[in-house]
T-cell receptor
Framework: EDQVTQSPEALRLQEGESSSLNCSYT??????LFWYRQDPGKGPEFLFT???AGEEKEKERLKATLTKKESFLHITAPKPEDSATYLC????????????FGSGTQLTVLP | DAMVIQNPRYQVTQFGKPVTLSCSQT?????MYWYQQKSSQAPKLLFH???????NEADTPDNFQSRRPNTSFCFLDIRSPGLGDTAMYLC?????????????FGSGTQLSVL
């Protein structure tokens, strides 16, 4: 069974204080690992897809990296508007295999 | 802008009273999904449609049904809601079901069962 564990559950940072969120996964052959951002009371919004170990993707203050067992979402010099829950999801190889989500990291960036 | 729209945003119903949630999309995507997300938990897939082909997850309760009358609309019917069905219900779409397609989510319907 595919499993995704995210840590920490919650993280409070001061504006400008860089940090990383972790996503550990177990999957029978990774097809893709996804990062989504979810604001309170809204649906998740796509950020990145990573396909193979060693791959990195960046968007503004966010950088996602992937190894064979985990992914990190690095946040550099965060701003209050980066406050949200960040969800990680994996998809296993095989037809019609759907995403398995983690329960997310709730990030709060204080001004 | 093309998007996924869910109605209503908030729905309150009584224990055992049937409720229907709706989702529409202007993306012309082939696949539509329904997820259940309880407070501080991971979204959990209930079922999805690939065109008219309905795919139910093995652990989705029989109480939950879905209809997709056309490409643009999809409905979630909860026949006899229980207190444990209080959750955010998220509709999502993807162009295909290949696995590496990102999902586009609606803003969700927050359902409260009293």
């Amino acid at each position: 069974e595919d499993q995704v564990t995210q840590s920490p559950e919650a993280l409070r940072l001061q504006e400008g204080e860089s940090s990383s969120l972790n996503c550990s996964y177990t999957v029978s052959g990774l097809r893709g690992l996804f990062w989504y951002r979810q604001d309170p009371g809204k649906g998740p919004e796509f950020l990145f897809t990573l396909y193979s170990a060693g791959e990195e993707k960046e968007k503004e203050r966010l950088k996602a990296t992937l190894t064979k067992k985990e992914s990190f979402l690095h946040i550099t010099a965060p701003k209050p508007e980066d406050s949200a829950t960040y969800l990680c999801a994996v998809q296993a190889r095989g037809s019609a295999r759907q995403l398995t989500f983690g329960s997310g990291t709730q990030l709060t960036v204080l001004p | 802008d093309a998007m996924v729209i869910q109605n209503p945003r908030y729905q309150v119903t009584q224990f055992g009273k049937p409720v229907t949630l709706s989702c529409s999309q202007t993306l012309n995507h082939n696949v539509m999904y329904w997820y259940q997300q309880k407070s501080s938990q991971a979204p959990k897939l209930l079922f999805h449609y690939y065109d008219k082909d309905f795919n139910n997850e093995a652990d989705t309760p029989d109480n939950f049904q879905s209809r997709r009358p056309n490409t643009s609309f999809c409905f979630l019917d909860i026949r006899s809601p229980g207190l444990g069905d209080t959750a955010m219900y998220l509709c999502a779409t993807s162009r295909v079901r290949s696995g590496d397609e990102k999902l586009f989510f609606g803003s969700g319907t927050q359902l409260s069962v009293l």
